[in-house]
Nanobody, 125 residues
């Protein structure tokens, strides 16, 4: 599967952005989809994931209550709605796909097989 992330940009603190990840290929509904982010000089950080079955969602502690992950299997798309953005949310955001069909989605980047190219989110104070 190929992934294409989009929707990044510059936003003021307190604002909102919606990231989109379009997937090509077959069987999108069989993949757990995740979002990660990486700020300069830091490791890639787990943001959110949505399980391939049942649509159960999981979030990193730093984004809980502010970010929402959604998937649209009919259009092979996963979204990340980001509200109440903070300067510390500034990073390159990556979408990823896990084909393992585990019931508990991976929080580690190593658990994902496919990655998009990343989209930059900059939050100004």
């Amino acid at each position: 599967v190929q992934l294409q992330a989009s929707g990044g940009g510059l936003v003021q603190a307190g604002g909102s952005l919606r990231l989109s990840c379009a997937a090509s290929g077959r069987s999108f509904s069989m993949y757990t989809m995740g979002w990660f982010r990486q700020a300069p000089g830091k490791e890639r950080e787990f943001v959110a994931t949505i399980r391939w079955t049942g649509g159960t969602t999981y979030y990193g502690d730093s984004v809980k209550g502010r970010f929402t992950i959604l998937r649209d299997n009919a259009n092979n798309t996963v979204l990340l709605q980001m509200n109440s953005l903070k300067p510390e949310d500034t990073a390159v955001y990556y979408c990823a796909a896990d084909s393992s069909r585990r019931l508990i989605p991976p929080y580690n980047p190593a658990g994902y097989d496919y990655w998009g190219q990343g989209t930059l989110v900059t939050v100004s104070s």
